[in-house]
């Protein structure tokens, strides 16, 4: 059991491969601290749960199905939609490929299949604060953007900004003369 002072973290997982699913479920039972709320097979499926069960991170396979990195669409829509961070998990350890996805779909970090002992480590370290991975990837995005995009991304990622319009020029006034 997770302690006060060991906040249980909830997980869903977006995961179409069922043995892998089987894999993940079974190393989060194994923590006391990470706890599955779910396992979804295919975007809409996983945007519906994480709406419901509102996790503290999801799990996302980049290819769901047929259609090429659908999990990228699948993890901007939920970022999006509720507060919760995202980890990329995928076969693709090429860095153009984990850069470009990770930017699309507003990642928080990522998380290759051949690195899978370090799942329930990067799961904790995402949740629990800001990592070097997160912090790299809202650089990635932010490059993008102007100055009114990027407030615009803070807002929609959870930032508090602590913003205030300017004060409104006074008329300028002509001679009565």
């Not at 998380?111 to 370290?125: C, E, I, N, W, Y």
């Not at 913003?163 to 006034?173: A, F, H, T, V, W």
Request: proline share 5%.
């Amino acid at each position: 059991m997770a302690t006060q002072a060991q906040k249980e973290i909830r997980v869903l997982v977006v995961e179409d491969d069922d043995d892998f699913a089987r894999l993940i479920l079974h190393t989060l039972q194994q923590s006391d601290d990470l706890r599955c709320v779910g396992i979804a097979k295919g975007r809409q499926q996983a945007v519906q749960m994480a709406k419901q069960q509102l996790p503290d991170v999801v799990l996302m396979d980049l290819n769901l199905s047929s259609s090429y990195m659908d999990g990228i669409d699948a993890a901007r829509e939920i970022r999006t939609a509720i507060h919760t961070k995202i980890v990329i998990l995928t076969v693709f350890e090429n860095p153009e490929i984990i850069l470009e996805a990770s930017k699309r779909s507003f990642a928080s970090g990522y998380l290759f299949k051949s690195q899978f002992s370090l799942l329930a480590g990067t799961l904790r370290s995402t949740v629990r604060g800001h990592t070097p991975q997160e912090w790299m990837i809202r650089s990635l995005i932010l490059s993008d953007l102007s100055y009114a995009e990027r407030t615009v991304f803070d807002m929609m990622m959870g930032k508090k900004l602590n913003y205030s319009p300017p004060p409104k020029p006074l008329p300028i006034k002509k001679p009565l003369y």
